[in-house]
Structure formats: structure tokens, C-alpha cells
């Protein structure tokens, strides 16, 4: 049971590149999330998806982009890469079904954009 | 706007002795919140809840008190040991069927053996 899984484990970019980062779930989870976590600014939402089929903008989602391509697959890409979206990308999922749970964290991807 | 603040960024214990971690929130609405602990180059792990129906809830060593008048949490940690050294988020969330939490910007625990 690998829980979340994200790729790649870590990626360098340069400004304007383009990339997408692979989160999988294998909990059968309905909901799943991405955030960023930046030296004194913890963990921010910058995108979600609440269930198949939908996604919602997070705290910072200028410049992302994200598409849900199934229940257990959620990508974030970044269209035209810039310095300040270095940072550690965390993706998460949770069971989403009305009541309150917890989240589980894939690894990370560290990506540095030069 | 940080809705959910940790003021400590840094904290130091001895070994054995109780680790006390502090969260502040400004929105009344947050009804449920969460402890989670992470480690270097892993993704943070959940440790602990509460809601807000609550004032306490214990788990093992781990106990969080929740003060909604104060809009304060914190999280005990007895007796502390060299393994609990990691950063602590606590997060917040509303009743609203969005499954979204705020997050804290973390407490770095360092208990010394």
C-alpha cells in the first residue's frame, strides 16, 4: 500500500519551461490537494479538488494549473515556470466524505527554477 | 492574512521533560483542527485532532487543548523524547464541505537527550 506518490522527486527548471507534477492515490480517497511550503510560510493551498470532477482555486494559485484525471490522479502543472515558484510541492488526499479527516502527504517534489 | 499563526518558530526541550507547542487563530468559523508533524525530506503526517465540541483530546503522549474563547490551541508532548524533534503544523478548518485546511507556518521541536 503505497499511500501518495508523487513524481518527480525533485526537478530543476529554467524560467519559462513548462512541467507537470504526478501525484497518485491509492486509498481510494475522494479528495486530494495541492500545496507549496516555503521557508517561514508553512503549507499553502494552491490547488484542490473536493471529488472526481471538480477542482477549486487554493490560497496561491496564480500561475498553476491542475487537472484531475481521475479519482486516483491529480497533476499540477506549471505552465511558464518562474524563480518564485521554487519552493517544495506536497500533494495530498483525504476521504472527502462529509465528515472531518485527516490528510496523507506524498513525499514531496523539490523543484528549484533557475 | 495568516489566519492560523504559530509565533515560535523554534523551540528547545530536554529529554523527558513536556514539550508545549502553541497555535493562535483569528476566524471564528474554524470548527476542526489538526496537529501534523514532519521530518526532513518527508511529507508532513497527521498526529492528532480536535473539534471545536471539544476542549481536550488525548493520544497517547500527545494531548491538544483547544481554548475557543481564546482562539488558541496547543499540543503536549509528555514526556519528550529525541524522536518528537521534527516541525509541527497545526491546521484549521471550517464546516463548509471543502475539505480545506490552513495551515500554520510550523514550530521546529528540538528535544535534547
Known amino acids: 500500500n503505497a499511500g501518495v506518490t508523487q513524481t518527480p522527486k525533485f526537478q530543476v527548471l529554467k524560467t519559462g519551461q513548462s512541467m507537470t507534477l504526478q501525484c497518485a492515490q491509492d486509498?481510494?480517497?475522494?479528495?486530494m490537494y495541492w500545496y507549496r511550503q516555503d521557508p517561514g510560510m508553512g503549507l499553502r493551498l494552491i490547488y484542490y479538488?473536493?471529488?472526481?470532477?471538480?477542482?477549486d482555486k487554493g490560497e496561491v494559485p496564480n500561475g498553476y494549473n491542475v487537472s484531475r484525471l481521475n479519482k486516483r490522479e491529480f497533476s499540477l502543472r506549471l505552465e511558464s515556470a518562474a524563480p518564485s515558484q521554487t519552493s517544495v510541492y506536497f500533494c495530498?488526499?483525504?476521504?472527502?466524505?462529509?465528515?472531518?479527516?485527516?490528510?496523507?502527504f506524498g513525499p514531496g517534489t523539490r523543484l528549484t527554477v533557475l | 492574512d495568516q489566519q492560523v499563526k504559530q509565533n515560535s518558530p523554534s523551540l528547545s526541550v530536554q529529554e523527558g521533560r513536556i514539550s508545549i507547542l502553541n497555535c493562535d487563530y483569528t476566524?471564528?468559523?474554524?470548527?476542526?483542527f489538526l496537529w501534523y508533524k514532519k521530518y526532513p525530506a518527508e511529507g508532513p503526517t497527521f498526529l492528532i485532532s480536535i473539534s471545536s465540541i471539544k476542549d481536550k483530546n488525548e493520544d497517547g503522549r500527545f494531548t491538544v487543548f483547544l481554548n475557543k474563547s481564546a482562539k488558541h490551541l496547543s499540543l503536549h508532548i509528555v514526556p519528550s523524547q529525541p524522536g518528537d524533534s521534527a516541525v509541527y503544523f497545526c491546521a484549521a478548518s471550517v464546516t463548509s464541505g471543502t475539505y480545506k485546511y490552513i495551515f500554520g507556518t510550523g514550530t521546529r521541536l528540538k528535544v535534547l537527550a
Open positions: 476566524n471564528s468559523m474554524f470548527d476542526y
Open positions: 479538488s473536493a471529488s472526481e470532477g471538480t477542482t
Open positions: 495530498a488526499s483525504s476521504r472527502g466524505d462529509g465528515s472531518y479527516n485527516e490528510q496523507f
Open positions: 486509498m481510494n480517497h475522494n479528495s
